[in-house]
């Protein structure tokens, strides 16, 4: 395995060239666009890695899995779906997906914004702090790490240049989808974005997905087995964004993206895989990140179709 990433990295380290780092906030334009790491966490807890993987970024998109786990375990998946639907939407992660008049809350999902920023809504806790920090200890368990903490120059970064998700919140809160305090949500949802991690912190969380909600090293249930197949669904039709039909063709596994760079796949039963290249698309995902999954996928016949 170790040999075939290595080759892997070698092979696909060129087309970070053809990307570019994320630069609607001056801390991710910081980075170095030629990075390339790989992780993978294997259901018997075998650890595999090559390349940059030890580099850190922030979770950005690819939190919004947790916040749906954290949504789903504290309201059952009724509740969450009567607040946002299912769908892909066919648009980029912060399209204002609304008609003339009306915002529908069946045309949003929680792999879109507007459809994570209202997944923050339903974490239970008395205080905001004490809702924050259960999401904090969720993804430490998810990535691995009980040290798990926000990088605090992204968060700022986040919260000064949140023009766009500000709009988003206020406009599902004017349409009744948003309830609470909207300014405190959106912390909650830049917070979410800030929060720090490494490839083997995804391939981790990866593993717990493919494992349908057990770790990998101590088989400990994390979460109950039907919410792995309602994330792990959602994850394969929205998860790369409107991206996600081209790479439901070109790899075939559930998997999500973040602006950071980072890809967090997940092969049911069999492994987790975490990406990091920082070098984007025009639609926001790692162009080496995908390059990687796609030869990976075809190496070790990775696709579930
Ligand atoms: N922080 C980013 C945003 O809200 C996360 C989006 C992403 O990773 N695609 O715009």
């Known amino acids: 395995m170790e040999e075939l990433l290595e080759r892997l990295i070698e092979e696909c380290r060129p087309y970070t060239s053809l990307g570019k780092t994320a630069d609607y906030i001056p801390e991710l334009a910081k980075k170095s666009p030629e990075a ?12 595999s890695w090559a390349g940059d993987c030890r580099q850190s970024f922030t979770l950005q998109s690819m939190v919004k899995p947790i916040l749906l786990l954290q949504a789903l375990l504290d309201n059952g998946a009724e509740t969450v779906q009567s607040k946002v639907g299912v769908e892909a939407t066919g648009k ?9 008049r009306t915002l529908d809350s069946r045309h949003i999902n929680p792999m ?7 997944m923050c809504t339903l974490i239970h806790g008395d205080s905001y702090e004490e809702r924050f920090q259960r999401l904090l200890a969720l993804t430490g368990q ?28 206020y406009l599902l809160k004017s349409c009744g989808i948003l309830e609470g305090d909207v300014e405190e949500v959106l912390d909650c949802y830049f917070r979410a974005c800030s929060i720090q991690v490494d490839c083997r912190g995804l391939a981790h969380m990866g593993a717990v997905l493919a494992n349908r909600g057990r770790l990998p090293d101590s088989n400990q249930r994390v979460f109950p087995a039907p919410l792995a197949r309602y994330v792990n669904a959602i994850l394969m039709t929205c998860g790369m964004y409107d ?21 967090m796949a997940v092969v049911p039963t069999r492994m987790g895989i975490g990406i990091y290249s920082p070098a984007l698309d025009h639609k926001g995902n790692s162009v080496a990140g995908i390059q990687l999954l796609e030869k990976l996928s075809r190496e070790l016949y ?3 179709f």
Request: hydrophobic share 40%.
């Open 36 to 47: 390339l790491g790989v992780y993978v966490i294997g259901s018997e807890g075998r650890h």
């Open 92 to 100: 980029p992660f912060d399209a204002i997906n609304a008609g003339e």
């Open 112 to 118: 879109v914004n507007m459809g994570a920023i209202v």
């Open 142 to 169: 998810l990535v691995g790490d009980s040290q798990v903490s926000i990088d605090q120059a992204v968060y700022l970064s986040e919260k000064n240049h949140g023009s766009k998700n500000r709009a988003l919140a």
């Open 243 to 263: 991206g996600s039909g081209e790479f439901a063709i070109r790899v075939g596994i559930p998997a999500k993206s973040g602006v950071s760079g980072g890809i």
């Open 302 to 304: 990775l696709s579930i």
